[in-house]
């Protein structure tokens, strides 16, 4: 393979397993495939604009996140389009683009695929013009966010504590659906998420048939219903038993509405929640969504 540069960036915060230990993995293993690297920490505001110039000055092929999938969509957000490789050392709470690109949580198996050095073009998309590289909730997933976020302890115990003390308070909101071709229809709704890959993280899958590549976006909404109905509807959908709406619009009595388009706008005039990617993110009354076709080179095994 070609010269190579890699910029290893870790999130001190993310997750909850030891850093040091990872740090002194990446520096043996780097260091034994002769490849030039540099360890730099994760921007805690999100902004990595200051990676470009570094990337260009320095000749970087590879950056290599090693952290969640709230670091992984900022720093695909800012080198979306460019030549520079995009790897995963999973270590966030869901790591649900890891998962559903079939990266391994162990970080010397990651290692192993980032060396191999096999990169594939997956798509994004925007939601008002921020990026997000996996999924977006709007709604009960996006209250989820914002609570978690808040919690001094990390990791997936406490991640199922917040959704369970939210699913005994879970409301539904109004929204309005409106679809290429200005098809539109209202829905009373617990959720709705926008998946480019297969994954909710920590390998649930809430969108069975979305794929990285398609250039289309997997809608899932969970309609009102009772709580009973919502945990029914919602494990059935996990599991992949509810088959696309072809037409939404006339989806009637369906509990759970399943499709794909390439993009759409969302009416929130009561103000849901949103997550993107896993973190939280202020609420607007319209969201419009779109995808990004071949938006980063992620190296895959």
């Known amino acids: 393979m070609a010269h190579r ?13 030891g850093k040091r230990s990872l740090k002194e993995l990446i520096t043996r293993r780097t260091q034994q495939e002769g490849i030039e ?20 000055k320095e000749g970087v092929t590879d950056v290599v996140i090693c952290g969640g999938d709230g670091t992984v969509s900022a720093v695909a957000a800012a080198l979306t389009g460019g ?12 790591n649900g683009l890891a998962f559903a690109a079939g990266i391994p949580k162990d970080p010397s198996k990651a290692l192993d695929i980032i060396f191999a050095g096999n990169a594939t073009c997956i798509d994004g998309f925007l939601i008002n013009g921020k990026f997000s590289c996996m999924l977006c909730g709007i709604g009960f ?13 990390r990791g997936l115990g406490t991640y199922v504590k917040v959704t369970l003390s ?27 998420d926008i998946a480019n890959g297969n994954q909710f993280g920590n390998n649930v899958t809430i969108a069975p048939r979305a794929d990285l590549h398609d250039g289309l976006l997997d809608i ?23 088959k696309m709406t072809a037409t939404p619009v006339d989806a009637g009595t369906k509990k759970v509405l399943y499709f794909q388009t390439p993009a759409l706008v969302i ?15 202020p609420s607007a009354g319209e969201f419009r969504i779109e995808i990004v076709p071949q938006a ?4 895959q095994p």
């Open 166 to 192: 939210h699913f005994f308070r879970a409301r539904c909101y109004s929204f309005r659906i409106v679809l290429p071709g200005h098809t539109s229809f209202p829905v009373e709704a617990f959720f709705i």
């Open 267 to 281: 009416a929130n005039p009561e103000g849901a929640p949103l997550h993107i990617d896993g973190d939280p993110a």
């Open 296 to 299: 980063i080179r992620l190296i």
């Open 83 to 94: 030549s520079v490789r995009i790897a995963i050392i999973p270590m966030g709470s869901g």
């Open 37 to 56: 690297f540099s360890i730099l920490p994760t921007d805690a505001g999100g902004d990595y604009s200051f990676l470009i110039p570094v990337i260009e």
């Open 141 to 153: 997933d996006g209250g989820v966010a914002h609570q978690f976020a808040r919690e001094a302890k």
């Open 5 to 17: 540069k890699i910029i290893y960036l870790i999130n001190p915060i993310s997750g909850t397993r």
């Open 220 to 242: 899932v909404i969970v309609k009102k219903a009772s709580r009973l109905r919502l945990l029914l509807s919602a494990t059935r959908q996990v599991l992949g038993g509810y």
